[in-house]
């Protein structure tokens, strides 16, 4: 009867441990919060896990707050075969304070089943502009997302494409703390109204992690100077025609293929680089300051700009020949300044 009764408990304990350990991967919704969450780790012992989001709740109505205010409404038209807006509205003219709806606070912790789990990372494309259907086939709302983001400290990993094309998002605000050290492939590529990114002091932003946003100006609290790589396309046709972007990072290696082409920005100003990659300003056409201490231009890195306006730290005299001098160099690419006929050389 003991050799059962033991036989019993270890089958009970592998039992339990079998069950505990099948949590890891489920997923969960929070109706607060309005997200969606997978559970990373989870220890039944002390009752503590990780999380991370992984998109918007999925229950009607509660979803239906992210399609708010000017929504576009879809329906299936037979006749072409596809979803057609039927009520285009125009964007939601922000002012003031957002509504609280219109605020998305990730939080830093949520209990499910006497778990608090610590929510520690944004998932791929989680919060990331789509369309839901809630009632069948034939009806679909376009969830716009949030105006205002605000990323708890515990986050210490953000996706692919996280918050991408969110049309209506205007800042993005990290905690303090925050220990992000990377922003990922088109984190948010395409969020054309997406102004501030605060309280983040980023190594790497990777490929196209800011293409296409248009009004972006960032303030001193989005940090450059631990910056040591800027991907391809990672601010290509961004900021605002009137903003000065600051490079003044002492660590950054690489700008990398088509970083800025066809950049917006009135200025960009880069305390130092060592390699300038493949079409990297390409179409840029105002102001770039460079520093000295370049070793690589590769090809067509200034392709069709006029480089009366790129100088090594100081803009040179008008009076003044256009003379580019980088005592550093060891490659040259060729076309590097093709379609530009006011450098007179460059050594």
């Given at each position: 009867?003991?050799?059962?009764?033991?036989?019993?408990?270890?089958?009970?304990?592998?039992?339990?441990?079998?069950?505990?350990?099948?949590a890891?991967?489920?997923?969960?919704?929070?109706?607060?919060?309005?997200?969606?969450?997978?559970?990373?780790?989870?220890?039944?012992?002390?009752?503590?896990?990780?999380?991370?989001?992984?998109?918007?709740?999925?229950?009607?109505?509660?979803?239906?707050?992210?399609?708010?205010?000017?929504?576009?409404?879809?329906?299936?038209?037979?006749?072409?075969?596809d979803?057609c807006?039927?009520?285009?509205?125009?964007?939601?003219?922000?002012?003031?304070?957002?509504?609280?709806w219109?605020v998305?606070?990730?939080?830093?912790?949520?209990?499910?089943?006497?778990?608090?789990?610590?929510?520690t990372e944004?998932?791929?494309?989680?919060?990331?502009r789509?369309?839901?259907?809630?009632?069948?086939?034939?009806?679909?709302?376009?969830?716009?997302?949030p105006?205002?983001?605000i990323?708890?400290?515990?986050?210490?990993?953000?996706?692919?494409?996280?918050?991408?094309y969110?049309?209506?998002l205007?800042?993005?605000?990290?905690?303090?703390?925050?220990?992000?050290?990377?922003?990922?492939?088109?984190?948010?590529?395409?969020?054309?109204?997406l102004?501030?990114v605060?309280?983040?002091?980023?190594?790497?932003?990777?490929?196209?992690?800011?293409n296409?946003?248009?009004?972006?100006?960032?303030?001193e609290?989005?940090?450059?100077?631990?910056?040591?790589?800027?991907?391809?396309?990672?601010?290509?046709?961004?900021?605002?025609?009137?903003?000065?972007?600051?490079?003044?990072?002492?660590?950054?290696?690489?700008?990398?293929?088509?970083?800025?082409?066809?950049?917006?920005?009135?200025?960009?100003?880069?305390?130092?680089v060592?390699?300038?990659?493949?079409k990297?300003?390409a179409?840029?056409?105002?102001?770039?300051?460079?520093?000295?201490?370049?070793?690589?231009?590769?090809?067509?890195?200034?392709?069709?700009?006029?480089?009366?306006?790129?100088?090594?730290?100081?803009k040179?005299?008008?009076?003044?020949?256009?003379?580019?001098?980088?005592?550093?160099?060891?490659?040259?690419?060729?076309?590097?300044?093709?379609?530009n006929n006011?450098i007179?050389?460059?050594?």
């Amino acid at each position: 009867m003991k050799h059962l009764r033991l036989l019993a408990s270890v089958f009970a304990l592998a039992l339990a441990t079998i069950v505990a350990n099948a949590a890891v991967g489920d997923t969960f919704e929070d109706e607060t919060t309005l997200l969606e969450y997978q559970i990373v780790t989870e220890n039944q012992n002390d009752k503590t896990g990780t999380i991370k989001v992984i998109g918007y709740i999925r229950s009607y109505p509660l979803a239906y707050k992210w399609a708010w205010a000017k929504q576009s409404i879809y329906v299936y038209d037979d006749q072409f075969g596809d979803y057609c807006d039927i009520y285009p509205k125009e964007l939601y003219p922000y002012e003031g304070d957002y509504p609280e709806w219109a605020v998305l606070t990730i939080p830093e912790t949520i209990t499910k089943n006497n778990i608090t789990y610590t929510v520690t990372e944004i998932g791929d494309k989680a919060l990331a502009r789509e369309f839901a259907n809630d009632r069948g086939d034939n009806f679909l709302f376009q969830i716009n997302g949030p105006v205002k983001i605000i990323i708890p400290k515990t986050i210490n990993k953000i996706g692919t494409g996280a918050f991408k094309y969110l049309v209506k998002l205007t800042s993005v605000e990290f905690s303090e703390q925050t220990n992000i050290e990377e922003i990922p492939e088109e984190c948010f590529m395409q969020c054309s109204h997406l102004v501030t990114v605060k309280n983040i002091s980023p190594i790497r932003i990777k490929r196209s992690a800011f293409n296409a946003c248009s009004a972006l100006q960032l303030d001193e609290s989005f940090g450059t100077q631990n910056l040591t790589h800027i991907g391809p396309l990672a601010f290509c046709s961004a900021f605002v025609n009137n903003y000065s972007f600051y490079i003044n990072s002492d660590n950054l290696i690489d700008i990398d293929t088509m970083a800025f082409e066809r950049n917006h920005s009135k200025e960009i100003h880069v305390k130092h680089v060592s390699n300038i990659r493949y079409k990297a300003f390409a179409g840029y056409a105002n102001k770039v300051f460079l520093p000295y201490e370049i070793d690589t231009i590769e090809t067509s890195a200034f392709r069709a700009i006029p480089l009366s306006t790129v100088s090594p730290s100081i803009k040179l005299p008008d009076d003044e020949e256009n003379i580019l001098h980088f005592p550093n160099l060891k490659f040259f690419g060729s076309s590097v300044f093709y379609d530009n006929n006011k450098i007179s050389s460059v050594f």
